[in-house]
């Protein structure tokens, strides 16, 4: 199988924030063994690669077999349902585009200034804000601002701003509105100054409590209900993120999936080591993946009935209510 080499590099950028960029060639601390130094070198337009500390090479397939954790066929499957999976009306939006930020533009603040902030009240003029009209109003999410972008390296996707009231933003996640690409984006460590493992979503911090997801969406639809929220960018809580989260009753509040159950069990085992023992675990019913499902769904009042379920704790759910929006 050929993969494209703008899929190649979506990827690369996506899953690796933490990256050196020369050229063609995308270096990275090795996925195989302990490295501080990236010996862990990629050709963006073939995908060939070799790790010179491991000493492992390969195909682009067989570095995404490595990095999911799963088999080469499976990987063929996973890259393959990003090539051709996708309306053909929306083909050349992804394609061909450029991924790295422009030496002008390489700051967080000078890549922000070319998103478009979106407005779901105003009728739509271009095929991007269509896409975002129907992912914000189909979610329920009209009241979360977000920004659009619709061309460079973030052509064609809706930006989630990480931001405090009115500050400017210190991250932001860039979400796919077609089906071709990586579904996250996420701006490099040398444009934010810090990795995104250690970035939580903004809570917040007067609350003693906070709840956990994977996701900014869910986080959203969580605050949207009143309930504090953060997100850990996917199902990994990391030492950096469990320690600025020291203090607070933490409510996990991962997918109602695999991962997100693995995720919780590796997070408890995290928290037990740093000796903190004061976490609970919120599920969601049957038949919801996430939260932002739940959200679309249910009434304000379900919502929180759910969130709370099974918290056990009358003293935490009072504490919870107290302070709803």
């Known amino acids: 199988m050929v993969v494209p080499s703008n899929i190649i590099k979506e990827y690369l950028y996506a899953k690796f924030p933490d990256n050196h960029v020369f050229g063609e060639e995308f270096t990275i601390d090795s996925i195989f063994t302990h490295d501080e130094k990236k010996h862990l070198s990629i050709n963006m337009s073939t995908g060939l690669w070799q790790d010179f500390k491991a000493h492992e090479q390969g195909n682009f397939l067989q570095l995404v077999a490595h990095a999911e954790d799963i088999t080469y066929t499976e990987a063929s499957k996973f890259i393959m349902k990003r090539v051709y999976d996708n309306p053909e009306s929306l083909f050349e939006l992804s394609s061909d585009r450029p991924v790295q930020e422009s030496s002008s533009n390489n700051s967080l603040s000078g890549i922000f200034k070319s998103f478009t902030p979106f ?18 109003v189909n979610r329920k999410l009209t009241k979360f601002k977000f920004h659009v972008c619709k061309e460079g390296r973030y052509h064609n996707r809706i930006i989630i701003p990480y931001q405090y009231d009115n500050q400017n933003p210190f991250f932001f996640q860039a979400r796919n509105l077609s089906l071709l690409g990586i579904k996250y984006l996420n701006p490099s460590r040398e444009v934010t100054g810090i990795k995104s493992s250690d970035i939580l979503f903004p809570f917040k911090t007067n609350y003693d409590y906070v709840f956990i997801t994977e996701g900014p969406l869910d986080a959203i639809s969580l605050h949207l209900n009143g309930i504090n929220a953060t997100c850990t960018q996917g ?3 990391s030492n950096s993120q469990a320690e600025q989260l020291r203090g607070k009753q933490l409510v996990f509040a991962y997918d109602n999936d695999e991962a997100g159950r693995v995720g919780v069990e590796k997070a408890r085992d995290l928290m037990l080591r740093k000796n903190v023992n004061d976490f609970k675990v919120a599920k969601l019913p049957k038949g919801f993946k996430d939260w932002n499902e739940l959200h679309v769904t249910a009434t304000k009042g ?7 379920a099974g918290l056990k704790t009358v003293d935490f759910q009072f504490r919870v209510t107290e302070g709803l929006d």
């Not at 779901?120 to 804000?129: G, H, Q, Y």
């Open 119 to 136: 407005n779901p009240a105003k009728t739509p003029t271009c095929l991007t804000e269509r896409l975002a009209y129907n992912f914000v």
């Open 235 to 237: 199902s990994t809580l």
């Open 302 to 308: 379900e919502f929180i009935e759910t969130a709370l």
